[in-house]
């Protein structure tokens, strides 16, 4: 199956920077998909940025500016560049891979979330 690792979060002050970045592993043939979703105390988990195997991306508006998500293929590792960091930022964010598998069968795999935190 996949196993999806996030890491690099952690605290900062607001205007800071972190780079988390994902790796996913495991018999995997294709990743058409791979993005970044954050979940705050109290609310829903939302989609922050997502990429393509092509390298189309997408943004929140809450984000647009501030935070970059790029892709390696080799080894199916997925960054995202955060900027300009907000205390709105806050949240556990979990890494998302979706594609398929050396045995054709699609996956969609979720990571076990990494901490940031934005404070003073």
């Known amino acids: 199956q996949v196993q999806v690792v996030e890491s690099g979060g952690g605290l900062v002050q607001p205007g800071g920077s972190l780079r988390l970045s994902c790796a996913a592993s495991?018999?995997?043939?294709?990743?058409?998909?791979m993005g970044w979703y954050r979940q705050a105390p109290g609310k829903q988990r939302e989609l922050v940025a997502r990429?393509?195997?092509?390298?189309?991306?997408y943004y929140a508006d809450s984000v647009k500016g501030r935070f970059t998500i790029s892709r390696d293929n080799a080894p199916n590792t997925v960054y995202l560049q955060m900027n300009s960091l907000k205390p709105e930022d806050t949240a556990v964010y979990f890494c998302?891979?979706?594609?398929?598998?050396?045995?054709?069968?699609?996956?969609?795999?979720w990571g076990q979330g990494t901490q940031v935190t934005v404070s003073s």
């Open positions: 998302n891979v979706y594609g398929v598998l050396t045995s054709t069968r699609n996956f969609d795999s």
């Open positions: 990429i393509t195997s092509g390298g189309r991306t």
């Open positions: 495991g018999s995997i043939f294709s990743m058409s998909l």
